[in-house]
């Protein structure tokens, strides 16, 4: 799919998007390429109960799926109440953000849509933007995130450029690295009012001086947590 001048998938409802009957999760998988010159795949609607997979139909004879954005965010996942449902990538999410989940940018911020997400995030794979690699948002999250493959963020300047970046209301679970984090700027920023959950890092996070070099060191991880 080829998006020439705006997004390249859009799946778009004003209520619910759901499975049949409206009680098991709907399934979004990709195992092709989709580039755009704005948003790769955009998903919302006021609540959302789906699985969406980026990975390959037969990992022994096709490579895995690509979704890459030339100057917006490669996937945005968002609800205005609710999302339910797992989100894996296996493949490659590249783009001026590479995944941003619960919330809308318009190119140079994210905005919360204010929803709350239950469910797992898991990264195999590669998500990598210029200014972040995964943006969680919104006002609350429930479930776990797993990092086995690279968030990145990879331009040089920026106050906002991570790998990681997570800025929710409260946060509940674990947020597991085994594989690398990294940003030019800040390799992790969690920002939550309450967290509850554990941090384990048996992979890589680490970060660079990028434009707040006065910080004069390493800014790998960074937590700031109200309560």
């Given at each position: 799919?080829?998006g ?7 799946i778009?409802a004003?209520s619910?998007?759901?499975g049949?009957?409206?009680?098991i999760p709907?399934?979004?998988h990709?195992t ?6 704005g948003v790769?795949?955009r998903?919302h609607?006021?609540?959302v109960l789906?699985?969406?997979?980026n990975?390959s ?8 799926g ?5 100057s ?10 609710s999302w339910?449902?797992?989100i ?7 783009g001026l ?7 809308t940018s318009?190119?140079?911020q ?9 469910g ?6 590669v998500m990598?933007?210029d ?5 969680i948002?919104?006002?609350?999250f429930?479930g776990a995130?797993?990092?086995d ?7 040089t300047e ?8 997570v800025?929710?209301n ?8 085994t594989g ?11 920002n939550?009012?309450t967290f509850s959950?554990n941090?384990?890092?048996?992979g890589?996070i680490s970060?660079g001086?990028?434009s707040?070099?006065q ?9 700031s947590?109200g309560?």
């Amino acid at each position: 799919i080829a998006g020439a001048g705006g997004s390249g998938l859009v799946i778009s409802a004003t209520s619910s998007i759901t499975g049949a009957g409206g009680e098991i999760p709907s399934q979004i998988h990709n195992t092709g390429i989709i580039n755009a010159a704005g948003v790769g795949l955009r998903i919302h609607a006021d609540n959302v109960l789906a699985d969406v997979t980026n990975d390959s139909s037969d990992p022994l004879l096709f490579p895995p799926g690509e979704i890459t954005s030339q100057s917006g965010a490669a996937v945005v996942l968002s609800a205005n109440t609710s999302w339910v449902g797992n989100i894996t990538n296996d493949g490659t999410v590249s783009g001026l953000r590479g995944m941003i989940v619960n919330g809308t940018s318009d190119g140079f911020q994210v905005f919360s849509t204010g929803g709350t997400y239950e469910g797992t995030i898991t990264n195999n794979g590669v998500m990598e933007g210029d200014l972040v690699g995964l943006y969680i948002s919104g006002t609350s999250f429930d479930g776990a995130l797993v990092n086995d493959g690279q968030l990145i963020g990879t331009a040089t300047e920026g106050s906002a450029v991570a790998g990681l970046i997570v800025g929710v209301n409260n946060w509940t679970g674990n947020i597991t690295n085994t594989g690398l984090i990294q940003g030019a700027v800040t390799g992790a920023y969690i920002n939550a009012s309450t967290f509850s959950g554990n941090i384990v890092n048996d992979g890589q996070i680490s970060g660079g001086t990028g434009s707040i070099n006065q910080f004069q060191f390493d800014p790998g991880l960074v937590i700031s947590v109200g309560t």
